[in-house]
């Protein structure tokens, strides 16, 4: 019984953690947008750079709130359960976070297949993953991360940084914010590229979209 109440305990815990990690980036994302059109708050500068740079403004989140936060959280855990996890949900806020910034220009119909199509691809991966875990928060991590851990030893506390949370950004921002970034930088019409584009990311997730993304990207925006 203790050690069923531990247990529940110990995933109530992982449910917070889990929602209040991405708060930081939330709550700063939220102000901007409420506060960007103010010229008179001392942090103006700030918001007008927000405005200019929304891909640049998505890395610096990213790197300050996931590679550096999430980092901080494992190390006092002894678990990157957490990361597992954000692979579902951080496509999803990134496609929000670009179709509700205050300098997209999209056509409609267009940004809504991108939208439907990342979610969909989002709820599909979040079941496979609470599937796979027997529906527990945070119960373990990745088991590569797990041998990781074991070959680097003592040096596991910093490596971890760069082999778990750096290289997501490498990885999430390339695969995903590419067309998520085409969806907002131009007001033509739905086309086929846009269809292979999505489906290429969103369904497949070919690594070939390492290279063929930044490509569709300038043909869309030429």
Not at 27 to 43: A, E, G, K, R
Not at 96 to 108: D, I, K, Q, T, V
Not at 164 to 187: D, E, G, K, S
Not at 195 to 200: A, D, H, P, T
Request: glycine letters at 2%; proline letters at 4%; one cysteine or more.
């Amino acid at each position: 019984m203790l050690l069923i109440f531990s247990e529940s305990n110990m995933a109530l815990k992982n449910v917070l953690i889990a929602f209040m990690a991405p708060l930081p980036s939330i709550i700063f994302y939220i102000y901007f947008l409420n506060n960007h059109q103010n010229d008179h708050l001392i942090l103006s500068p700030l918001w007008n750079w927000c405005y200019h740079h929304p891909l640049i403004l998505a890395n610096t989140l990213f790197f300050l709130n996931i590679d550096v936060g999430f980092w901080l959280i494992s190390l006092l855990q002894s678990s990157n359960w957490m990361i597992d996890l954000y692979w579902t949900v951080i496509p999803v806020m990134l496609v929000h976070y670009f179709w509700s910034h205050p300098g997209a220009e999209y056509n409609l119909c267009r940004s809504m297949v991108v939208v439907v199509l990342t979610w969909v691809w989002a709820i599909r991966l979040t079941h496979n993953y609470f599937r796979r875990e027997k529906w527990q928060w945070g119960a373990r991590e990745d088991w590569r991360f797990t041998d990781m851990a074991r070959q680097h030893g003592q040096n596991w506390w910093w490596v971890s940084f760069f082999d778990v949370y750096l290289i997501q950004q490498v990885n999430i921002l390339i695969i995903f914010a590419n067309p998520h970034v085409v969806m907002v930088l131009t007001t033509r019409k739905l086309v086929i590229c846009d269809q292979n584009l999505q489906s290429k990311t969103t369904i497949a997730k070919l690594r070939v979209n390492y290279f063929l993304s930044p490509c569709i990207l300038v043909v869309l925006t030429s």
